[in-house]
């Protein structure tokens, strides 16, 4: 009786997982020891801060005073005097009046696209981008249109003529190719069209711009009134969460109504705590930003040297192409094997359907690192081995 009735309500997942084993694209999680001895090129880990002493000692610091958890949603009990430390020592770095922190970056950006848009409103958005920017277009309950990617003329004939309020989203540095977004030209076509700019600056900041302030001060946008940033705490400041930065006013709008700020647990004290270590000590090193892009230039030179097909990359991000998600999976397995952690990217993730590693530069590797991955992951590559 159970068998036959309510216990097949699931039934569907079997032909659903059989489909990914077909099409190769089963994924499965793998964690790694604490003291993984392999060459990481796969983590976020920008600016090596997420280990750095001054860093954990703060987060741990932090958890000791204010709890292992916020208690609380922001508006109730789950801000700390570090998480309004945080906010305004971002504000300044960066060059935005304001920033509101959230727990992560993916609420940060569903709260930036819902809250500054909505019924009536038009959001123009990138191809390329990022999987939390299109959920916050299909929440915001407004018109969305797509348009071709890096293309500033595709988002002004899609802004042209539209009656209500409009804005126009996109990644600064995309994730998959790691390729930079026009955005002085993408603002001029919002201020032409009377829309705001909202920029997801997770793979710029910390790593583009004067010592790190990110791809939205490096195109002399911070703290305009018509644009606005997001990042996340996660990849340059090793630590975990997110905010939006922009004028005083997009914040309060924000901070009253946006629903993943509003209804979501605080960030917690550790990780806000971390995270403002980690912006501190950018500021007294901001060297470390342009070593990353170095890394990345270096990377690229030598494997496309190798002979693999890989863009340029524009900030950290290094991707290389794969024949098929199938392959791409073996490459970056046997270039595990070797002691080098790549990512792998494959469908959906990828929105052209092609395959490909995906290599991130970081501010700690040696010459010695970049010699070994030029050493392993060419000659693992699908073909050659
Ligand atoms: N935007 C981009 C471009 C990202 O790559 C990511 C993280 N993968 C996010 C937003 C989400 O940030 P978080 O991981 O802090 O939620």
New binding site residues.
């Given amino acids: 009786m159970r068998d036959e009735t309510y216990g097949r309500v699931f039934d569907w997942l079997d032909s659903a997982r059989d489909a990914r084993l077909r099409a190769g694209l089963v994924r499965e999680v793998r964690p790694r020891p604490a003291d993984a001895a392999s060459l990481d090129l796969a983590g976020n880990d920008y600016l090596g801060l997420t280990r750095h002493p001054e860093v954990t000692a703060a987060a741990a610091d932090a958890a000791r005073r204010w709890g292992a958890g916020a208690t609380g949603s922001r508006l109730v009990t789950g801000s700390t005097a570090l998480h309004a430390e945080l906010e305004a020592e971002l504000a300044a770095f960066t060059g935005f009046e304001a920033a509101l922190v959230f727990a992560?970056?993916?609420?940060a950006?569903l709260a930036a696209l819902t809250a500054l848009s909505g019924r009536g409103s038009l959001i123009v958005s990138d191809a390329a981008n990022?999987a939390?920017l299109i959920d916050g277009c299909r929440l915001a309950r407004a018109e969305v249109s797509v348009v071709p990617h890096a293309d500033p003329e595709a988002f002004r004939k899609a802004l042209d003529g539209h009656p209500g309020r409009a804005l126009a989203v996109t990644?600064s540095v995309f994730?998959v190719d790691g390729d930079a977004a026009p955005l002085a030209a993408l603002a001029t076509v919002c201020r032409d069209a009377g829309a705001a700019l909202v920029v997801?600056d997770?793979?710029g900041f910390g790593v583009l711009g004067d010592g790190g302030r990110g791809a939205v001060a490096a195109a002399g946008l911070a703290g305009a009134p018509d644009v606005v940033a997001t990042v996340?705490?996660?990849k340059s400041l090793g630590s975990?969460?997110?905010a939006v930065l922009g004028p005083a006013r997009v914040v309060e709008h924000l901070l009253n109504a946006a629903r993943t700020f509003i209804f979501d647990t605080g960030l917690a004290p550790a990780a806000a705590g971390g995270a403002l270590a980690a912006l501190r000590l950018l500021r007294r090193e901001p060297a470390r930003a342009p070593r990353v892009r170095d890394v990345a230039t270096e990377l690229h030179r030598r494997l496309t040297a190798a002979g693999l097909a890989a863009a340029r990359p524009d900030a950290a991000v290094v991707s290389v192409l794969a024949p098929s998600p199938d392959a791409a999976l073996r490459w970056a397995a046997r270039c595990g094997d070797a002691g080098v952690a790549v990512g792998c990217f494959r469908p959906p993730s990828v929105p052209d359907g092609v395959s490909r590693l995906r290599l991130t530069a970081r501010a700690a590797l040696t010459d010695t690192d970049i010699d070994r991955a030029v050493e392993v992951i060419p000659a693992r590559a699908p073909g050659r081995h």
Wanted: hydrophobic share 15%.
């Fill in positions: 992560s970056g993916y609420a950006n990022h939390s990644d994730s997801d997770a793979h996340t705490l996660s975990q969460g997110g």
